[in-house]
């Protein structure tokens, strides 16, 4: 190509780009019905996290639950992975077990294709 020919520029073959706020395509609608059903005089969730297919499943363990997992393992709780009260996935919780105090444990399974399923658990603290 010569310099300073007006030939055409690949920018003419660009897909086009979509301007303002896009979401996407797995995220759930916030207008959806099931996010207008919340409890009398507390506010819709925005977000639901775990409606993100890269969120993995997250459940409150029951303490007699937690106690034997615990003891099976043969771990303390000091041992185990810190998971803040502030984690949108905790507040989520709260807000379907109510208040969760600190010391009380996550169990947290992940599914994978490869690697089939793996479970975690996460001790909620404070800070």
């Given at each position: 190509?010569?310099?300073?020919?007006?030939?055409?520029?690949?920018?003419?073959?660009?897909?086009?780009?979509?301007r303002g706020?896009?979401?996407?395509?797995?995220?759930?609608?916030p207008?959806?019905s099931?996010y207008a059903?919340?409890?009398?005089?507390?506010?819709?969730i925005?977000?639901?996290?775990?409606?993100?297919?890269?969120?993995p499943e997250?459940r409150?363990?029951?303490?007699?639950?937690?106690?034997?997992m615990m003891?099976?393992?043969?771990?303390?709780?000091?041992q185990l992975?810190?998971?803040?009260?502030?984690?949108?996935?905790v507040?989520?919780?709260?807000r379907?077990h109510?208040?969760?105090?600190?010391?009380?444990?996550?169990?947290i399974?992940?599914?994978?294709?490869?690697?089939?399923?793996a479970?975690?658990?996460?001790?909620?603290?404070?800070?």
């Open positions: 190509m010569v310099r300073g020919s007006k030939a055409p520029c690949c920018a003419a073959t660009r897909p086009e780009i979509p706020p896009v979401r996407a395509p797995d995220t759930p609608d207008a959806r099931e059903e919340v409890p009398q005089g507390e506010e819709p925005p977000f639901n996290p775990l409606d993100h297919k890269l969120v997250h409150l363990l029951p303490d007699d639950e937690a106690a034997s003891a099976g393992m043969a771990l303390t709780k000091d992975p810190k998971i803040k009260r502030t984690d949108p996935v507040q989520l919780l709260e379907i109510g208040p969760i105090e600190e010391g009380r444990i996550i169990r399974v992940r599914r994978s294709e490869t690697a089939g399923m479970e975690a658990f996460r001790l909620v603290v404070e800070r």
